[in-house]
Every structure is written in C-alpha cells, then in structure tokens.
C-alpha cells in the first residue's frame, strides 16, 4: 500500500524559509513523477511544483518560480520543497502527491501539512 508522508509545515513570518519533506512508500516508484499541490481556503488546488523521476525536469508554478525549489532523493523516495522569501498568499495545505509518467492525473497523495505565513 502506497503512502507519502509529509512533513515541515508550520507558521512563519512572511519572508521566511521552510522545507518541505515527503517520504514515500509502500512500492517502487520508478518512472514516478512526484509533485507538490496546494489549496488555500475559498481557492482551488494549484500544482506548485514536480519533478521528474530523474530530476532532469521540473516545473514550477509562475506564482513561486524563483522562491521555490523542488527536490527529490530516490534513494530514501523523498522529495522535498524548499520555500524561500515567503508570502501571506503562500498560505495553504501543501499536498505530496505522485503520478507515473505520461499519467495526467496524481494517483497517490499525502494527507496535506500546513502552511501558514504572517505578515
């Protein structure tokens, strides 16, 4: 049974960092693509950012390029999201999510962490 856990989500002052972890697993996660999505309250889910089994391709919302990084180590099948220079517009469940490769659709997903930042 597959399961992603996320963890480092909390509160922070606006233009402050956080990192992210999700640990997958569960099964072999070869070919994955594992992604981070977030909903704020009154908003729809957003893809923030993914990246490619072999970390060759990544893709980062317009609304964090140049704030946020995302990572992964397949040999512990984590990925990670560092989130540097925060807003209060960065407020939101933060989801882990994975999906395999030429899948549209996110097939596996964490149970969300918080994150809330301050003005």
């Known amino acids: 049974q597959v399961q992603l856990v996320e963890s480092g989500g909390g509160l922070v002052q606006a233009g402050g960092s956080l990192r992210l972890s999700c640990a997958a697993s569960?099964?072999?996660?070869?070919?994955?693509?594992m992604g981070w999505l977030r909903q704020a309250p009154g908003k729809e889910r957003e893809l923030v950012g993914s990246?490619?089994?072999?970390?060759?391709?990544?893709y980062s919302a317009d609304s964090v390029k140049g704030r946020f990084t995302i990572s992964r180590d397949n040999a512990k099948n984590t990925v990670y999201l560092q989130m540097n220079s925060l807003k209060p517009e960065d407020t939101a469940v933060y989801y882990c999510?994975?999906?395999?490769?030429?899948?549209?659709?996110?097939?596996?997903w964490g149970q969300g962490t918080q994150v809330t930042v301050s003005s």
């Open positions: 569960g099964g072999t996660f070869t070919r994955y693509v």
């Open positions: 990246i490619s089994w072999t970390g060759e391709r990544t």
């Open positions: 999510a994975i999906r395999r490769s030429g899948v549209m659709n996110y097939e596996y």
